[in-house]
DNA sequence: CGCGAACTTGATATTTGTCAACTAAGGTGG
DNA sequence: CCACCTTAGTTGACAAATATCAAGTTCGCG
């Protein structure tokens, strides 16, 4: 399979032999994190970068009153803490909804990246604000959605995201989480979460057996969720003109 | 009033008086902006990019069903559009809540900044992380608290965001938006956010009148709301340690 | 003074949360 | 291979938060 850093960073710039080279280097021997546990916990000041491979991991907070906010899900090609060059502490934890396989980049690497390899750095930084433009779709998607509608966005999305580093189908993903992860993604109840799943369901919108998710109709679906990718600012065909 | 460009800035990285002076020159003839007026619409490639120097603005998306999320105010010293380089469209709008002034800064001289001023543009990109994360802490606001916590919080970071760039005293700052916007904001309905709103007022913990937010009792509001302003990365004294 | 926009209020409907039980599924040791 | 055990998923009854609708009321401004 081929380096999910590279397919999606291809979707951003123009890259050269040479850079793809330089990332496949960068993402290589990669180790393995246990399902639900820290990959950096808040309050740290990380010195390696940490890329996700395989498996899924989110960022998420931690209220006073036990309540846990997921605010994104990290799939294969995402990097985890980019940004603590700039920040410097995490002001929130990283941590794994099932097994992953993680890279530990040296900060010397990536300040040698930023100096000598422009192109690069440049789709690192298109990664970047993509991130924050995801995060205000979220944000849209919990303050103007019902629980049924938030919960399709979020499939079309993970569908698109995981067909750009190559690891989903036409209409179909792995999604090995809870549903009780899904809830604070969403921010409702684990009770309800699987109320609204089970609404989808019976719509047929959706199919979600032994983690994986199956959209028999994605156009159906986008128009339930009045989902539309450009937020994503994918180069290409993936962008899902293909809607109309 | 000295520059809220700077101002903001000199909290995310050490300036010389030279970049202090560019800066400066950067912001100087701002152009008026009426109140409920687009400075950029969805949908757009702006050839300029645009710095709020007086007001508030706000980044907002209208759904199909006319629904409005904001998803950011704009205050002095807060770029509307630094991403469009990189990304190219508008995903979302942005408009003023209020009367505001605006700079339209060349793409070209953000080039030449970005070539020529590292210190510059290393402050840049930590206020656009900054955003990042203000987004963040948003989303949790909005999933994990109720409405008047929730309110409540958005008072709290609203004064600090504002003292760093001059526009706040230690416990009051001018508000000038409208109960429909904060009600657009917090992600409920008008009616509620009122109610919301009476109940800060009934446990003393705010008050508001004619465009002015005033805290009686800083910490305790903050208490109430759970703020804690480390997701602001700001450096020094504002970033609100005293509230032990 | 009057007009329109913003704010306030009450009654009621809908969505979402809480609690508590129950069922299904996966994994482990005998 | 089965018995058990733990976790995840499901259901129902009820409570709380929020939305909706419709009618006032106040405020700023010309």
Redesign the pocket.
Same mark, same amino acid.
């Given at each position: 399979m081929s380096n999910p850093l590279v397919m999606k960073l291809e979707h951003g710039a123009c890259l050269t032999d040479a850079d793809r080279a330089f990332l496949h280097d960068l993402s290589s021997r990669p180790r393995r994190v246990a399902a =639900?546990r820290d990959i950096i916990p808040e309050g740290e000041r990380p010195e390696d970068v940490h890329l996700v491979m395989e498996g899924v991991a989110c960022r998420y907070k931690i209220l006073p009153n036990g309540r846990r906010q997921i605010m994104a899900f990290l799939v294969p090609g995402d990097f985890c803490d980019l940004h603590v060059a700039l920040l410097g502490l995490m002001d929130h934890s990283i941590g794994t909804s099932w097994g992953c396989t993680v890279v530990d980049i040296p900060r010397a690497t990536i300040d040698n990246l930023t100096a000598h390899h422009p192109r690069i750095t440049r789709a690192l930084w298109w990664a970047t604000l993509v991130d924050e433009a995801t995060l205000r779709e979220w944000l849209v998607n919990m303050g103007q959605r019902?629980?049924?509608r938030q919960m399709a966005h979020l499939f079309c999305e993970s569908l698109v995201r995981l067909q750009t580093v190559g690891r989903a189908s036409e209409d179909s993903f792995e999604f090995p989480i809870? *549903?009780?992860d899904l !809830?604070d993604v969403l921010?409702?109840?684990?009770? =309800? !979460?699987?109320? !609204?799943? *089970?609404d989808l369901r019976a719509k047929g919108l959706v199919e979600w057996r032994?983690k994986r998710v199956q959209v028999p109709n994605v156009p159906r679906l986008r128009a339930f969720a009045e989902f539309d990718p450009k937020y994503l600012h994918l180069k290409g065909r993936e962008s899902g003109d293909k809607q109309a």
């Open positions: =639900h019902d629980a049924d809870s *549903q009780a !809830a921010g409702i109840t684990s009770v =309800h !979460a699987n109320r !609204a799943l *089970q032994s």
